[in-house]
Nanobody, 123 residues
Framework: QVQLVESGGGLVQPGGSLRLSCAAS????????MAWYRQAPGRQRELVAR???????NYPDSVMGRFTISSDSAKNTVYLQMNSLKPDDTAVYYC?????????????????WGQGTQVTVSS
């Protein structure tokens, strides 16, 4: 099995910065796309950043220029650097990683989710 462990959330003032981390562990042959999503109370979960296995990144307009996704393949870890944070960025942030792992005696590709980390932007 594969586990994702997130860290780095917390309370920050508007204009501040936070860095989220998500480390994958377990039986991992390779990692594909990695992404961060967020979900605010009463709202649907939304994509905030994605990095492909080839290193391409994409962001929605709401975070473009403020958030940066990166990864460390040696550590099976994805990061989200968040700058110029706004109250509207307040949400639970989830990492999502596509993993080639070993299930039922064969290699299979699966998507895994982190447990979520709270980010609160408030003065």
């Amino acid at each position: 099995q594969v586990q994702l462990v997130e860290s780095g959330g917390g309370l920050v003032q508007p204009g501040g910065s936070l860095r989220l981390s998500c480390a994958a562990s377990g039986i991992i042959f390779s990692i594909g796309d990695m992404a961060w999503y967020r979900q605010a109370p009463g709202r649907q979960r939304e994509l905030v950043a994605r990095i492909t296995g080839g290193g391409s990144t994409n962001y929605p307009d709401s975070v473009m220029g403020r958030f940066t996704i990166s990864s460390d393949s040696a550590k099976n870890t994805v990061y989200l650097q968040m700058n110029s944070l706004k109250p509207d960025d307040t949400a639970v942030y989830y990492c999502n990683i596509d993993v080639l792992t070993f299930i039922n005696y064969r290699r299979q590709r699966r998507e895994y989710w982190g447990q979520g980390t709270q980010v609160t932007v408030s003065s």
